[in-house]
């Protein structure tokens, strides 16, 4: 299958992780293209990992070769609330409405579309609150649910299974999730419960009970790290893949994303301030601003247009606007994965990412 070409590389810094097509971000696709894009528009950006959700219920497989696909049942970018569940199926929102979707009816999806990647059944939480009986049942039926995806998966089937690891703030489980899942022929792992996390430093304490007990030479998936700072501490804790949910709810806000990473970085000095990670495109200042996002971007937005315009565009409304800052943020994302894995080859990360925390501030 085409997942068996991950491979870890030798880098110079210990306890750090760099794979064959790792590390980097996967698309985010909603009902077969990523948000405010069409087509013409996608095929500017790098080709990677897409990720679609049975959520959406397609009819079909994107004919799509350029990228290897992701299936999952629900997009995490999206508001969701947790109904109950039972043994034998996952109701998952639709469209249509609340849908019950057995372990039978997902694998029939898988087996028919053949996607690279598929990521188990699992179940899911609203928050870390939940009942601490609550959490271990969670646990259990995602287990059971991983075992019924596996024999359901047809034997010539070239899909990879990742498994999906939970037990939200309770170590012990999470430790058991990950150990159980580990003992299961897959290929990679999902966290996909980070977003409950109270805080980054407990979101972080998750990762790492987590992947203690994982394999080293299997991808790990991170949904919903929400920011370049979180990425970079969950790249040194160990995860190689990441969802492309934050550039995408940047752009939904009008934020132009504007940062870079390592050798890509204006090379530091005593004086220089610590910067915003984004051009809110919603304010004024940009008015009369003939200037482009970033001279050095290669995007659409960048090369064609003014910060001016893109704030005329914010002002009127104009479905252009989310299209040029949705194509840059993306630009900018793949361009900050690509100098991190740069990085790692050289042996600085860990200075690098020091600098970065140093140069950038959150809002």
Same mark, same amino acid.
């Given at each position: *299958?085409?997942?068996?070409?991950?491979?870890?590389?030798?880098?110079?810094?210990?306890?750090?992780?760099?794979?064959?097509?790792?590390?980097?971000?996967?698309?985010?696709?909603?009902?077969?293209?990523?948000?405010?894009?069409?087509?013409?528009?996608?095929?500017?950006?790098?080709?990677?990992?897409?990720?679609?959700?049975?959520?959406?219920?397609?009819?079909?497989?994107?004919?799509?070769?350029?990228?290897?696909?992701?299936?999952?049942?629900?997009?995490?970018?999206?508001?969701?609330?947790?109904?109950?569940?039972?043994?034998?199926?996952?109701?998952?929102?639709?469209?249509?409405?609340?849908?019950?979707?057995?372990?039978?009816?997902?694998?029939?999806?898988?087996?028919?579309?053949?996607?690279?990647?598929?990521?188990?059944?699992?179940?899911?939480?609203?928050?870390?609150?939940?009942?601490?009986?609550?959490?271990?049942? %969670?646990?259990?039926? %995602?287990?059971?649910?991983?075992?019924?995806?596996?024999?359901?998966?047809?034997?010539? %089937?070239?899909?990879?299974?990742?498994?999906?690891?939970?037990?939200?703030?309770?170590?012990?489980?999470?430790?058991?999730?990950?150990?159980?899942?580990?003992?299961?022929?897959?290929?990679?792992?999902?966290?996909?419960?980070?977003?409950?996390?109270?805080?980054?430093?407990?979101?972080?304490?998750?990762?790492?009970?987590?992947?203690?007990?994982?394999?080293?030479?299997?991808?790990?998936?991170?949904?919903?790290?929400?920011?370049?700072?979180?990425?970079?501490?969950?790249?040194?804790?160990?995860?190689?893949?990441?969802?492309?949910?934050?550039?995408?709810?940047?752009?939904?806000?009008?934020?132009?994303?504007?940062?870079?990473?390592?050798?890509?970085?204006?090379?530091?000095?005593?004086?220089?301030?610590?910067?915003?990670?984004?051009?809110?495109?919603?304010?004024?200042?940009?008015?009369?601003?003939?200037?482009?996002?970033?001279?050095?971007?290669?995007?659409?937005?960048?090369?064609?247009?003014?910060?001016?315009?893109?704030?005329?565009?914010? *002002?009127?409304?104009?479905?252009?606007?989310?299209?040029?800052?949705?194509?840059?943020?993306?630009?900018?994302?793949?361009?900050?994965?690509?100098?991190?894995?740069?990085?790692?080859?050289?042996?600085?990360?860990?200075?690098?990412?020091?600098?970065?925390?140093?140069?950038?501030?959150?809002?």
């Amino acid at each position: *299958m085409a997942l068996c070409q991950f491979q870890l590389c030798k880098i110079p810094e210990v306890g750090l992780r760099l794979g064959v097509l790792t590390l980097s971000a996967t698309q985010l696709e909603r009902r077969g293209l990523v948000p405010h894009l069409t087509p013409d528009n996608e095929e500017r950006l790098t080709s990677g990992i897409l990720a679609v959700f049975a959520e959406h219920l397609m009819r079909q497989m994107l004919n799509n070769r350029t990228n290897w696909t992701l299936l999952d049942i629900r997009d995490p970018a999206l508001p969701h609330v947790a109904a109950p569940h039972a043994n034998k199926f996952y109701r998952t929102e639709t469209l249509g409405g609340i849908r019950q979707l057995s372990p039978a009816k997902y694998m029939g999806m898988v087996n028919q579309c053949q996607p690279e990647i598929f990521v188990a059944m699992a179940e899911d939480l609203n928050g870390p609150d939940e009942a601490e009986a609550r959490i271990k049942k %969670s646990v259990v039926h %995602s287990l059971a649910w991983l075992d019924e995806c596996l024999r359901l998966r047809q034997p010539a %089937s070239t899909s990879a299974a990742f498994a999906n690891l939970n037990g939200s703030r309770l170590t012990d489980l999470r430790v058991q999730s990950a150990t159980e899942s580990a003992r299961r022929p897959v290929d990679g792992f999902v966290l996909n419960d980070l977003y409950h996390a109270p805080s980054a430093e407990v979101q972080l304490d998750w990762i790492t009970a987590s992947l203690a007990p994982l394999p080293a030479a299997k991808p790990r998936l991170a949904y919903r790290i929400e920011d370049p700072h979180q990425i970079l501490r969950a790249v040194a804790r160990g995860v190689d893949l990441f969802d492309a949910s934050y550039p995408l709810a940047q752009a939904d806000r009008g934020h132009a994303l504007d940062f870079t990473f390592g050798s890509e970085a204006t090379p530091p000095s005593a004086t220089a301030q610590v910067t915003s990670l984004h051009h809110d495109m919603n304010d004024p200042i940009y008015k009369s601003d003939l200037t482009p996002l970033d001279a050095a971007c290669p995007c659409l937005a960048c090369t064609r247009y003014t910060r001016a315009y893109l704030y005329h565009l914010h *002002m009127t409304k104009e479905m252009l606007a989310r299209v040029l800052v949705t194509l840059h943020n993306l630009t900018v994302f793949d361009r900050f994965f690509a100098a991190i894995r740069a990085s790692l080859h050289r042996g600085d990360f860990t200075k690098e990412a020091a600098e970065f925390e140093r140069r950038y501030t959150l809002p």
